[in-house]
């Protein structure tokens, strides 16, 4: 079984990847924070309250990254790429939940996955996967005269918008129906607009509270529409869902997975 390693062990994500790996008896063999945080030296599992573990947080490094065999980020996309380069050089995989990154940011992980095998998703959530799956049905069937937007919901502390998981809902559907979202999708409305264009993929995204993820699909026709929702209640399910991608990265190749793949939905597409 691998030994995983978790960056940011001390946000709020890496807390909840801690509580996993003990919830589910794996092996967590390092949990790091940034260089020169007061953080370091803290139990790992007394942060994540899920008890002592014997497991201090240290620091990130190149000699921190020989502690673990796959790595779990979901910092920021700058920290995250400052790991991606330390995992290449140490020949570890990553399973990576950061989003909002820039063409740029994503090309360094296309480019890293030629050395090392990368789990990277814009959403780790199962619930959320099988939604990207029966959102091309749905287009499939109905994207040619219904129109379609994609609604979102975070809390107020969540920095990019849309979100990865909307961005991504919006491109399967634009995949599905031979659109480019880049020209196909609208970000906002405001003002006169005029009617809508039924080719256009809509999205739009509320920010308040503690809200943890909210995201639908809906497909309106004249007389009858169709919403798909999955709502996440804890930041477990994504957990969850990073820890499972993390075992099954055991003993793959260099290359960018999807967790489409981890979770055998890519062969129902």
Same mark, same amino acid.
């Given at each position: 079984?691998?030994?995983?390693?978790?960056?940011?062990?001390?946000?709020?994500?890496?807390?909840?990847?801690? *509580?996993?790996?003990?919830?589910?008896?794996?092996?967590?063999?390092?949990?790091?924070?940034?260089?020169?945080?007061?953080?370091?030296?803290?139990?790992?599992?007394?942060?994540?309250?899920?008890?002592?573990?014997?497991?201090?947080?240290?620091?990130?490094?190149?000699?921190?990254?020989?502690?673990?065999?796959?790595?779990?980020?979901?910092?920021? #996309?700058?920290?995250?790429?400052?790991?991606?380069?330390?995992?290449?050089?140490?020949?570890?995989?990553?399973?990576?939940?950061?989003?909002?990154?820039?063409?740029?940011?994503?090309?360094? @992980?296309?480019?890293?996955?030629?050395?090392? #095998?990368?789990?990277?998703?814009?959403?780790?959530?199962?619930?959320?996967?099988?939604?990207?799956?029966?959102?091309?049905?749905?287009?499939?069937?109905?994207?040619?005269?219904?129109?379609?937007?994609?609604?979102?919901?975070?809390?107020?502390?969540?920095?990019?918008?849309?979100?990865?998981?909307?961005?991504?809902?919006?491109?399967?559907?634009?995949?599905?129906?031979?659109?480019?979202?880049?020209?196909?999708?609208?970000?906002?409305?405001?003002?006169?607009?005029?009617?809508?264009?039924?080719?256009?993929?809509?999205?739009?995204?509320?920010?308040?509270?503690?809200?943890?993820?909210?995201?639908?699909?809906?497909?309106?026709?004249?007389?009858?529409?169709?919403?798909?929702?999955?709502?996440?209640?804890?930041?477990?399910?994504?957990? *969850?869902?990073?820890?499972?991608?993390?075992?099954?990265?055991?003993?793959?190749?260099?290359?960018?997975?999807?967790?489409?793949? @981890?979770?055998?939905?890519?062969?129902?597409?």
């Amino acid at each position: 079984m691998s030994k995983i390693g978790v960056f940011g062990a001390n946000g709020r994500m890496g807390r909840a990847l801690v *509580q996993v790996c003990q919830q589910q008896q794996l092996e967590l063999a390092a949990a790091t924070v940034r260089a020169g945080s007061n953080w370091v030296g803290q139990d790992a599992g007394e942060l994540a309250g899920c008890g002592r573990l014997g497991l201090p947080l240290v620091a990130t490094s190149a000699e921190a990254m020989q502690s673990a065999d796959v790595w779990v980020d979901f910092t920021m #996309p700058e920290p995250m790429l400052a790991h991606l380069d330390l995992a290449v050089a140490a020949k570890k995989a990553m399973v990576i939940g950061v989003t909002g990154l820039t063409d740029a940011q994503y090309q360094r @992980v296309q480019q890293a996955s030629l050395q090392i #095998p990368i789990v990277w998703a814009p959403n780790m959530s199962v619930g959320v996967n099988l939604l990207l799956h029966l959102v091309q049905t749905a287009a499939k069937i109905m994207g040619q005269t219904a129109d379609i937007e994609i609604i979102e919901a975070h809390h107020r502390f969540k920095k990019d918008a849309p979100s990865g998981t909307a961005m991504a809902i919006g491109a399967s559907i634009a995949k599905t129906l031979g659109r480019d979202l880049a020209d196909c999708a609208v970000y906002g409305r405001e003002g006169m607009t005029g009617e809508r264009e039924q080719a256009t993929i809509g999205f739009a995204t509320v920010r308040g509270g503690d809200i943890i993820g909210d995201h639908t699909a809906l497909f309106a026709d004249l007389g009858e529409r169709l919403e798909i929702t999955h709502k996440a209640s804890s930041r477990t399910t994504f957990a *969850q869902g990073a820890i499972r991608a993390a075992v099954w990265l055991q003993n793959k190749q260099p290359g960018l997975y999807s967790m489409q793949q @981890v979770l055998g939905l890519a062969e129902l597409s």
